[in-house]
């Protein structure tokens, strides 16, 4: 996906984050998380897998040898743009929840 043609590399860099957002999303409902707590809750989804992938990409060539090295920068960004769509859904979500669903969650 990273090493084939531009426009391949670009589809996927946008539904990839989308399609990851939507499960997560939908992880999130079907967990019955009250919206209030969606920055949270996706923070211990996605932290996790944030600092796996910051080890991974501090020892790409040997992690990922059958990747060329240039390529980590593109997955890099890749993976900032998943986690950053995921994470500033769940604010925006927050945010615009209802005060009563805040409330109710603190009790």
Known sequence: MFESTSQRYW???????????????LLLRWRHVPAAEWPSAALLIALPGMF?????LSRFAS???????????KYGAF????????????????????????TRSGK
């Open 52 to 56: 796996g992938e910051a080890v991974l």
């Open 63 to 73: 992690l990922m040898p059958r990747m060329h090295p240039e390529t980590a920068g």
């Open 11 to 25: 589809i996927n860099f946008v539904l990839t984050p989308v399609l990851t957002a939507v499960i997560c999303i």
């Open 79 to 102: 993976l900032f743009a998943s986690y950053a769509l995921f994470l500033t859904i769940a604010e925006i979500i927050a945010v615009r929840a209802p005060i009563a669903s805040i």
